[in-house]
T-cell receptor, first 111, second 116 residues
Framework: SQQGEEDPQALSIQEGENATMNCSYK?????LQWYRQNSGRGLVHLIL?????REKHSGRLRVTLDTSKKSSSLLITASRAADTASYFC???????????FGRGTSLIVHP | GAGVSQSPSNKVTEKGKDVELRCDPI?????LYWYRQRLGQGLEFLIY????????KSGLPSDRFSAERTGESVSTLTIQRTQQEDSAVYLC??????????????FGPGTRLLVL
């Protein structure tokens, strides 16, 4: 089974709206990362949040981490059509060097 | 500087043939990962190289899959006697290290493999 699972699997919104995606994981982690993937090609790193951090911002992105609930959320504010992509969370269980990815959230932003 | 590159971009092969996929990591990155991604699915870990250490092959799905990396340079993923179930996008990623501040992964564009 997946270490990280994104929710929802698909999200469709209008340009200008905010998009929120969630990630839940099973075991303790050192950090959690969010990636973006366009058109089934390579992933692009968005943001990394460490286990001792609760919130992090990068431009229009806001990531939160709740280690007690083993969950993270990615908020994209004022979405644009160019934000249309799949978003994945990746976790590295404590002691592991192998990041594991969820199945992703497919975001569609309608212009 | 140059990012991670992969070749070929697309590969169509017949069932039973062998294929070789290539990954050129970012110069200086000691860690290199191979993943497989089936259509609409997440990334499935295949193999991990860290410097000159023995690779972690725990994700390879069968003995038809193998990979090599010389030092901290190019890596090749070989699939022997391909099956239709091997059809997927094969992604390579590298990172400065495998832990700490340098573990952000940089992905190549992938090789889309279709086995007929």
């Amino acid at each position: 089974s997946q270490q990280g699972e994104e929710d929802p699997q698909a999200l469709s919104i209008q340009e200008g709206e905010n998009a929120t995606m969630n990630c839940s994981y099973k075991t303790s982690i050192n950090n959690l990362q969010w990636y973006r993937q366009n058109s089934g090609r390579g992933l692009v790193h968005l943001i990394l949040i460490r286990s001792n951090e609760r919130e992090k911002h990068s431009g229009r992105l806001r990531v939160t981490l709740d280690t007690s609930k083993k969950s993270s959320s990615l908020l994209i504010t004022a979405s644009r059509a160019a934000d249309t992509a799949s978003y994945f969370c990746a976790t590295r269980p404590g002691g592991s060097y192998i990041p594991t990815f969820g199945r992703g959230t497919s975001l569609i932003v309608h212009p | 500087g140059a990012g991670v590159s992969q070749s070929p971009s697309n590969k169509v092969t017949e069932k039973g043939k062998d294929v070789e996929l290539r990954c050129d990591p970012i110069s200086g990155h000691t860690a290199l990962y191979w993943y497989r991604q089936r259509l609409g699915q997440g990334l499935e870990f295949l193999i991990y190289f860290q410097g000159n250490s023995a690779p972690d092959k725990s994700g390879l799905p069968s003995d038809r899959f193998s990979a090599e990396r010389t030092g901290e340079s190019v890596s090749t993923l070989t699939i022997q006697r391909t099956q239709q179930e091997d059809s997927a996008v094969y992604l390579c990623a590298s990172s400065i290290t495998s832990g700490g501040a340098g573990e952000t992964q940089y992905f190549g564009p992938g090789t889309r493999l279709l086995v007929l």
